[in-house]
């Protein structure tokens, strides 16, 4: 038997599930490059990254994936011999500092735990210590997908100040922009970078940089700039320039209708959203959780992040059955577990176009495999996210 | 008055006109990215592009554009220091090479001349001089858009050769793959790259690089190595390795329905209909060359590449008037002029998704334009080019 056919909904943590109008936008034919309408499509993608990056500071879009992005972010404000420190919360901040370090920085992690956030109160305390100012730059993802831990951005700028330290803060919100809050500015963060292919809606290929006012300060002097990713390049007035080369004119058409969707909906009714779809997954991974044969990978309730719930077996048993029952027999793509748990665990992802049949489904679909496999698990945690759900959203 | 309404015919050299069935391709969601279909695709991608590329060498993919995929085929073989010998004939060798100098290479450029091909035996004769080896590379586009150009890159392979020199010949294919015969093996190219929307018939923002022997035995002691574009990340069995990360996935479902649609028609079927509707726009501008107010960039007719036409007034008057008049009276974007010729002149591309109506309609259009503006030339081009493909083209 099976209950698969009918729409896949695909539940990794992006590429995601992309809305028809972005899908649709991109069946038009290429336009030219050097003038007309692509200049004004720039121009205002540009104007909108930056209102979604929360920064006056200028944003870039390259043709180019989430890896692109952090190796553009990095090449521009830095020289070989730089010391980086990285904030390990998970995953994705490791392998930002591991391209680092090929690039020619010299990189220190300042050590997490799989299932937490990084301390800012161990930052500042890291950063206290170089009086020297060795530290150039601080890598830290606000979300992690593979852990599903949320970093608070605000408190890091925060200690960063309070150490008094230099080093430019630089933040990886591939898995949380245009999902949750986040205020560059505000927040004193640096350099930030994302992709395309999670909260923004778009297909993948499109990765983004913004520069605050000592991010521009750094490029100037820095010793790892290449062609592709330098920002001066882009700068001028010429089209062509803003990308190097071809605008990746298709992936922008999606683009420019998926920010028109978000703005439509209001960035702050987007992120009550996401946290509201998040809370309804984690009431439910809680019931589960009775069971003791499955947990939150995050520890920590207010450190779980409002786009992906990553959850681990207890007993090192892999999920994959599940995973399998999932996809197999309900048409529900769930995210394999990464990093520290690979293998022995599954990840949820709530994130973009993602509303509340789609996220009560799949936890009805997961809560059908836990029954169908006979894992041990506490009963009518899918209820428990209606219930949830029907007070928050009031008639 | 204005005929405009209707198809818009995109007449620049790339982004080139997208079939409806690689639009189509991408009207989809997204699939897994660690599993699932998008490993075999990827697999008959890679193995496609090498066919298409004329090597036993591997293939690279990347989430980038044309000048992405310049940086990834410099910074794979290269070091900073090393020696780089750029054959001029037209802008992007020139840019290429330009490329090569930010990431820390030094270049010698061969001059050429903006209407002539790169001459093989001078680049014997440099190569010759050269005997402490100190040339690693040399950097060549097979075609040039700007000037119009085609190299001849089988004999520049044999005048390598003849030199004895070890020098990687590396090749830009950006504008002729898929269009125009081109052999990476058999012709002794080291490493050739291309993107994905001129011949490709692709949305823009795929980047490509093959490798061969010689290219991979330099790659290992490359110094100019970066996490992004690195071959050896790439080379693994994981399917998320083989883009560095999120691979672009809706540019992919693009990519498989073009090639699929090359390889029906055959390769060398796609070749003739290029030369032959090339040598139809040839025809009509060797008529309109009578009226001696333009001609054609490349002074020689042998020199004179199969995708794109390159025109220039002969007296340096604007050619912006008749352009203009072209897009918006008739609906044709042609292409401006570029490099040394920028401002006086235009070009008409014949290249990817292109077929006798689109072409003829063009030249009527161009031949329109030629009238209603009173720039002196000769008559019935248009129809010489029909006459010709009448001959071509037997019942």
Redesign the interface.
Known sequence: MSVAAGR?F?A?P?????PDAV??A?????????AGPAVALTDGLLRDLSTIFGTAGKTYI???????A??AAL?NVLSRGDKVLVLESGRFAIGWG??AK??GAEVEVLPGDFRRAVRPEAVEARLRKDAKGEIKALLVAQIDTASGVVNDIEAIGAAVRAAGHDALLMVDTVASLGCVPFAMDAWGVDVAMA?S?KGLMT?????FTAAGPRARAAHKKAGM????W?WTFRDGEVHYHK?????????LF?LRAALDMILAEGLENVFARHRLLAEATRRAVDVWSEGQAIAFNISEPDERCDTVTAVVTTGGESAQPLVDYCAQKCGV?LG?ALGKSEGRGFRIAHMGHVNAPMILGTLGVVEMGLAALGIPHGKNGAAAAVEYLAKAVPA
């Open positions: 896949e695909l990794i992006g590429p995601t599930v992309m899908l649709q991109m069946q038009r034919p290429a336009i030219d490059i050097y390259y043709a180019a994936n989430g890896h692109g952090w190796e090449t591991d391209a090929m690039l992709g292919q297909p993948p290929g499109l990765g700039r290449t062609p592709y330098d990308y190097c080369g071809t605008p990746p004119e298709h992936l999606g793509v394999r």
